[in-house]
């Protein structure tokens, strides 16, 4: 069993529209939870950065956090053609160093 | 400098040569790492260095795969005797390091080296 799955998609959604990218892990030691953005030809960039269970939201981005049921998310509202990327969830253990990556989720925003 | 700086962007060799990808961290990262991002897979960690400890090189794949880190900055992987199968993009990333705190241990990644085993 891989350490976090994603369904790599592609996902394709109409402009505006609310979209909804998860993952989920097996090991409850993970307490870090990020999600990276990467375009094409280009390497990941930090998009959100969670630390234990919860939500934090930043602008049309919202990251989301279920430790019960070791389930994370990502919902991006209002969803715009330069939204279209693959986005990434990663986990990391407290105190560990090495971030562990989902397959990625291609999406694509369609005007 | 400003980013994570990587070269060659694309490098196409012939199976059984040996190929260098090089990565240049931000300055002042003492985290650095390489990931390999293969088709339709996610990243693949292959090794850390954190500033002057031994490397953790519980990643890589092969032995004949490795990696330096001179002088605490610049970082190269080797692989040796390409595969067809090692064809994939190499990404290289840096970090602040093992500091706990919010945004601490954020990876920051280069553009990636394309490589392709023909």
């Known amino acids: 069993q891989k350490e976090v799955e994603q369904d790599p998609g592609p996902l394709s959604v109409p402009e505006g529209a609310i979209v909804s990218l998860n993952c989920t892990y097996s090991?409850?030691?993970?307490?870090?939870f990020m999600w990276y953005r990467q375009y094409s030809r280009k390497g990941p960039e930090l998009l959100m950065y969670?630390?234990?269970?919860g939500n934090k939201e930043d602008g049309r981005f919202t990251a989301q956090v279920d430790k019960s049921s070791k389930y994370i998310s990502l919902f991006i509202r209002d969803s715009q053609p330069s939204d279209s990327a693959t986005y990434l969830c990663?986990?990391?253990?407290?105190?560990?160093?090495?971030?562990?990556f989902g397959a990625g989720t291609r999406l694509f925003v369609k005007a | 400098g400003a980013g994570v700086s990587q070269s060659p962007s694309n490098k196409v060799t012939e199976k059984g040569k040996d190929v260098e990808l090089r990565c240049d961290p931000i300055?002042?990262?003492?985290?650095l790492y390489w990931y390999r991002q293969s088709l339709g897979q996610g990243l693949e960690f292959l090794i850390y260095?954190?500033?002057?400890?031994?490397?953790?090189k519980s990643g890589l794949p092969s032995d004949r795969f490795s990696a330096e880190r001179t002088g605490g900055s610049v970082s190269t992987l080797t692989i040796q005797r390409t595969q067809q199968e090692d064809s994939a993009v190499y990404l290289c990333?840096?970090?602040?390091?093992?500091?706990?705190?919010?945004?601490?241990?954020?990876?920051?990644f280069g553009a990636g080296s394309r490589l392709t085993v023909l």
């Open positions: 990663a986990i990391r253990n407290t105190g560990g160093f090495k971030t562990i």
């Open positions: 090991n409850s030691a993970f307490q870090y």
């Open positions: 969670t630390y234990s269970s």
């Open positions: 300055s002042g990262h003492t985290a």
């Open positions: 260095f954190q500033g002057n400890s031994a490397p953790d």
């Open positions: 990333a840096s970090s602040l390091g093992p500091v706990e705190g919010d945004g601490a241990n954020v990876l920051t």
